[in-house]
């Protein structure tokens, strides 16, 4: 098959010049749609443009119930309806400016963000990255190693998917309360924690390595995640093919027009977006354009890519890469267990203490969010039997009962519960029903190929 590639091949200063010259225009439209604010986004088109922006309105936390994406050519035209967690439309007004910041000629490449792979000394913590295989008790362990080598850990996240398990945390020295940088210390750091990764004979590669250059969290645990090969369908749980919780793709070229059509549809969830463009760029796709529908309890993503050659997908092998790493970008944020919410005083220790008490009562954490603000500590676990069984309210009121039962709350997480999913192939073009998309419709340019 021919491939498509552009007619003028753009370097990072011409980039620069042209953001100079057309620089980024960003509209937050509050009167066109009753039930949602619109985010428009025109600017000159370069690698990376969509996953910025998407980047942006996922750091702001803001839903996206819909998308109408188009960057075909040098110009990039992109509509968003967002709301904020609650629902509500927008009207903080320098939501426009910060996503004007993100394309700007100054904006940081993500290319810088690629690759940085174990522990980074920055202006006000150190980094420490760690991939391997997940295990009961494994949290418990790393945090323990990292008290007893006087860290204080003062934000962090971790995701567990198939068996694999990515953590992104960052620390400080306990008395001084700056970042560590000393490399006989960080060696030592890294050598402890390489030991608990590898405790249970990990027949991958276990990683904690130096890293170099500024991370985005979220994109790194995906990129590491990716990188370990979380994706791969050979592990015992990975589910079988009825499992509601796998998510629907297909991977079709659409021959008249030159590019590959993936089709995603799986329950809507917040950042489910940010996942997905976050993997096709970082799988070293172009989107070219894209229609998302978000307004019930599933989601439903179109999108038309090549890879960054100009060539659409040209093996059995690579179309099915390209679902399984989506399947894996959607299940690894998808919450499982009871969500647990520990607030309270920060201390020295803290996590160290908290997991230990879930590994004694044999529960196992599958996913964490951990920060500090101020001196509270704000710690998100989400915990399952470490048996695999379901977790008792008895195990769970004698948690809280050694931890606290005024800083340990039990929050049902309202995006853990797929909805039934039907069978068979579906596509977006079949959901257009306003004038407005009838119109992106008619034009060809969000045309569904089936």
């Not at 904020?84 to 320098?94: A, I, M, P, S, V």
Request: proline residues 3%; negative net charge.
């Amino acid at each position: 098959m021919d491939c498509w590639s552009p007619s003028l091949a753009v370097d990072d200063e011409f980039q620069k010049l042209a953001l100079r010259v057309n620089p980024p225009r960003v509209t937050v439209d509050n009167g066109t749609s009753r039930k949602a604010t619109l985010i428009k986004v025109d600017s000159a088109n370069k690698r990376g443009s969509l996953l910025e922006v998407v980047q942006v309105l996922n750091d702001l936390n803001l839903i996206v119930r819909r998308a109408y994406i188009s960057s075909d050519g040098e110009w990039f035209m992109d509509v968003f309806h967002v709301t904020d967690q609650q629902g509500n439309k927008l009207y903080d007004d320098g939501i426009a400016e910060r996503i004007q910041q993100s394309l700007g000629p100054r904006a940081r490449s993500f290319r810088a963000l690629r690759s940085s792979v174990g522990v980074q000394a920055a202006s006000e913590h150190t980094t420490i990255e760690l991939t391997g295989r997940d295990r009961a008790g494994l949290l418990s362990e790393v945090f323990a190693v990292l008290a007893e080598l006087k860290c204080n850990v003062v934000a962090g996240e971790v995701w567990t998917h198939n068996s694999r398990m990515a953590s992104v945390v960052y620390i400080t020295d306990e008395e001084t309360g700056k970042p560590i940088d000393d490399p006989l210390r960080l060696s030592e750091i890294k050598e402890f924690l390489l030991n608990v990764l590898k405790a249970d004979k990990d027949m991958r590669t276990a990683n904690t390595a130096v890293s170099v250059g500024s991370t985005h969290k979220e994109r790194r645990l995906h990129q590491m995640m990716y990188a370990d090969r979380d994706y791969d369908l050979h592990s015992a749980d990975s589910g079988s093919a009825s499992d509601r919780s796998i998510p629907f793709v297909t991977v079709e070229n659409c021959a008249d027009k030159g590019y590959t059509v993936v089709n995603l549809r799986c329950p809507d969830r917040p950042k489910l977006l940010f996942d997905t463009v976050c993997t096709l760029t970082d799988m070293q796709y172009v989107v070219y354009h894209a229609t998302v529908i978000a307004e019930g309890p599933e989601a439903y993503q179109e999108y038309y890519i090549r890879h960054t050659d100009g060539c659409p997908i040209s093996s059995e092998g690579e179309r099915q890469r390209v679902m399984h790493c989506l399947e894996a970008a959607i299940r690894r944020r998808t919450s499982e267990g009871i969500r647990l919410e520990l607030c309270g005083d920060d201390r020295a220790g803290l996590l160290s203490d908290v997991t230990r008490i879930f590994r004694e009562n044999s529960l196992s954490v599958t996913r964490a969010e951990v920060m500090t603000r101020g001196s509270q500590a704000v710690n998100v676990f989400y915990v399952t039997g470490a048996s695999g069984n379901p977790v008792t309210s008895e195990t769970i009121e004698a948690v809280r009962q050694e931890i606290g039962l005024t800083i340990l709350r039990i929050e049902e997480d309202m995006y853990s519960k797929s909805p039934p999913q039907e069978s068979g192939r579906f596509s977006l073009g079949n959901l257009f029903r306003t004038r407005s998309e009838k119109f992106l419709y008619n034009l060809g340019l969000i045309k569904s190929c089936s």
